[in-house]
């Protein structure tokens, strides 16, 4: 069976939407664009961000990404996977589901974290002034994976214009539910480091 049809099938039995999120080169149109819209055109197993691929960007890349799942797809939930990281699919579907009846959650492997105001650190944060003289991070999730329900992601889309971006990506979309009546769901499953028990992720 083909990654397309594959993911067809995944669609159809189980109700769980699978896309690579990518966006598109520094050379629009170049062969590498191609090359991408070659194989969509045959797997329609891609979402392609209008969009300049590049490291800086990753947080408008993530704010992106929702805006377009949610105009696509009309969904319990929306999940962002890193692309090194392996799924349960099974297990995560079985997850999401024992929150349905949470009108508004943020999910994922919950954690914080000390902010670096040096501008040479690896993990600099221009707005470091923000967070306090403790200079720790709010509680946000974890990279590899967390999930919003639908109502989250309407907010998203429709605030896009007025979200703060900060260095770092999960940063700054935990950031963008502070002072909203969401229920933060600290889900251990959701740790991805290694395949511990119970555990529905692993980092490759």
């Avoid at 969009?51 to 929702?66: G, L, N, R, T, Y």
């Amino acid at each position: 069976m083909s990654q397309g049809a594959a993911l067809k099938k995944l669609e159809e039995e189980k109700g769980i939407v699978v896309r690579f999120v990518i966006e598109r080169s520094a050379n629009h149109g170049d062969s590498l664009d191609r090359e991408i819209d070659n194989e969509h055109s045959q797997t329609n197993d891609f979402i392609i961000l209008n969009h300049v691929e590049a490291p800086e960007e990753c947080s408008k890349k993530i704010k992106i990404f929702f805006v377009n799942a949610v105009e696509s797809w009309d969904a319990e939930f929306y999940v962002k996977v890193n692309n090194d990281v392996y799924v349960k699919i099974d297990a995560l579907g079985a997850t999401l589901s024992t929150h349905l009846d949470k009108p508004r959650v943020y999910m994922g492997c919950m954690n914080s974290g000390e902010v670096f105001s040096e501008p040479t650190h690896k993990w600099y944060e221009p707005d470091w002034w923000k967070f306090g003289d403790a200079k720790s991070y709010f509680r946000h999730a974890s990279h590899e994976i967390y999930a919003i329900s639908r109502a989250l992601g309407q907010f998203i889309s429709i605030n896009r214009s007025i979200f703060w971006i900060y260095a770092h990506v999960y940063v700054s979309a935990g950031s963008w539910f502070i002072g909203l009546d969401v229920k933060l769901v600290d889900e251990r499953k959701f740790c991805c480091s290694s395949w511990s028990t119970g555990s529905i992720c692993a980092a490759g």
